[in-house]
């Protein structure tokens, strides 16, 4: 299994709703919404009340990604939200353990999607430690902050070890890229053994969604991880 989640980042915001039931339309079942703080990123994007009012509109499962500072702070406002899965990212912790995994088990024991993500400068081996209490990997595979910028390629290194460590252990990990996926990129990705692939600009910035999502999914299937 492997999944598609269009970034609402790219999405026209005067028309939200319709643009979730476009993609929604077009055959995905993520979708990816980036809340971003203006002090761990430099850009601000969404907040809580963004995750509140398009959940009723649509049955997607709810992928936030929280690039915010104190992380901690805002978990139980964006579950009560409605998100379905909520990944913080290792450098919001600045090396506090005790904190990341208090905050890795709070979101687990409250049912909700575990996700743990590395900027491009974060070297996978940091996250190793923390495999078993999540649901997904996050590889940033470009730096956060805004959509439309071009995949860094040597962030994909970090995805077959990753894989591999998974597997080696027994865990059904979910590895997941994130920034600058396309039709020419996204096999890079999976043959590297991700299997969820956020697209922001790929899919909400073309007149033909459903056949670039297709094709997305063409690609995926065409380079399986090599091992
Ligand atoms: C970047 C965000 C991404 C972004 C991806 O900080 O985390 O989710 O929206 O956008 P594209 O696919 O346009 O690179
Ligand atoms: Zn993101």
């Known amino acids: 299994m492997f999944y598609i989640a269009p970034s609402i980042l790219a999405a026209d915001i005067s028309r939200l709703g319709e643009e979730v039931a476009k993609v929604e339309n077009a055959g995905v079942s993520y979708l990816h919404i ?3 703080d203006g002090n761990f990123v430099p850009n601000i994007s969404f907040g809580p009340s963004v995750v509140s009012t398009l959940r009723p509109l649509s049955k997607l499962l709810f992928d ?6 104190s992380p901690w702070k805002h978990i139980d406002t964006f579950i009560n939200a409605g ?7 290792y450098e919001a912790f600045n090396g506090d353990e005790e904190m990341l995994l208090d905050v890795l088990r709070s979101i687990r024991e409250r049912k909700c999607g575990v996700g743990l993500a590395i900027s491009p400068k974060t070297s996978y081996e940091c996250i190793l430690p ?3 209490l999540v649901d997904m990997v996050l590889v940033m595979t470009v730096e956060p902050g805004f959509g439309g910028q071009s995949l860094i390629p040597a962030t994909i290194d970090k995805v077959a070890p990753l894989r591999r460590a998974a597997l080696s252990a027994g865990l059904n990990l979910r590895i997941e890229v994130d920034g600058g996926i396309n039709e ?3 096999w890079r990705a999976s043959a590297a053994g991700a299997d969820v692939f956020v697209a922001g600009s790929a899919i909400f910035r073309t007149q033909r ?4 999502v297709s094709t997305l999914k063409t690609k995926v299937k065409e380079h399986p991880f090599i091992g």
């Open 130 to 132: 923390y495999l078993s």
């Open 184 to 186: 020419d990129t996204i």
């Open 64 to 69: 936030v990604h929280l690039m915010i500072t």
């Open 209 to 212: 969604p459903k056949a670039v």
């Open 34 to 36: 980036d809340i971003m």
């Open 83 to 89: 998100a379905d899965s909520i990944t913080v990212h």
